[in-house]
């Protein structure tokens, strides 16, 4: 079997699996990164070619990075060859990074600076139901019920539904546009049709940088979504749904980041 087969047999695995497009094309680019390198056949490649490539390319780069990697080669050699040639390598610890959070004064400067009501209206809705930038561009106007003030998010990260509030505060703009967008399948499209993440990724970053404000990223706003909510006192499973994390420890990460809830914490001695 030569390279380009082994990875159309990989892509192709995935696919069955219902994996998502990123992690179709994440797992494939890793696999031929190691192939590439190594210069062997798929059939040939071993536990300590794995461990060169990490040791020559990856070990400047996060934790994160080779965990990853690592899977991409698991999954591609159990489902291929029925076999692990990574079961042997010791993962790195995850590093523990706390997210970029803004506060409620930070997101409204950001807005501020949003050119158009429309990306103003875009980015107001990431931030208000927490969206991943991917959710945001997926979003139909069939998805939408007004009456009944919920949205749905479809197939989202591990292909999994769920419901939105629709936030009062912007609920006739978002009436406007799905009127602009009459006979259209999206809520938001550009000249080309529909918005790519890199689209947005540009507005934010760009009102970002006319804020004064550094490392923002349509996830920040996300984060900032879930950090707010836990500083209004919003319990944290009802977070979870919200943000759509399967595991309740994915979420757990805000409450080691809301500053303001740290900041309502006395100490003993003021109480002496």
Known sequence: MNSDEFLKK?????????NSSHTIRNYVKSNKKLLNFINKSPDKITTEDVKLFIA???????????????S????????????????????????????TILSKDEIKKLLEEL???????????MYACGFRVSEL???????????????????????????FNIPEFLTDEL??????????????TGRNGKLSTRNIQKIVSSAANRAGLKGVHCHTLRHSFATHLLE???????????L?????????????VSTEQIKKIKSPIDNL
Request: no cysteine; net charge positive.
């Open 232 to 242: 209004s006192g919003i319990d944290i499973r009802h977070i979870q749904e919200l």
């Open 115 to 125: 050119k158009t009501e429309k990306s103003k209206l875009i980015v107001s809705l």
């Open 56 to 70: 020559e390319n990856l070990t400047d780069k996060a934790a994160m990075s080779i965990i990853l990697f690592l």
């Open 137 to 163: 561009v997926n979003l139909k106007i069939a998805n939408l019920n007004f009456p009944e003030k919920i949205g749905y998010i479809r197939q989202a990260k591990g292909n999994k539904d769920r419901i």
């Open 244 to 256: 759509g994390h399967a595991d309740l420890s994915t979420t757990q990460i805000y409450t080691h």
């Open 175 to 188: 009436q406007y546009q799905t009127e602009k967008q009459k006979g259209k399948e999206y809520l938001f």
């Open 72 to 99: 991409a080669i698991k999954y591609a050699y159990l489902s291929i060859f029925n076999n692990d040639i990574t079961a042997s390598i010791k993962r790195p610890k995850k590093e523990q990074q706390l997210p």
């Open 10 to 18: 990989i892509e192709v695995e995935l696919k069955i699996s219902k």
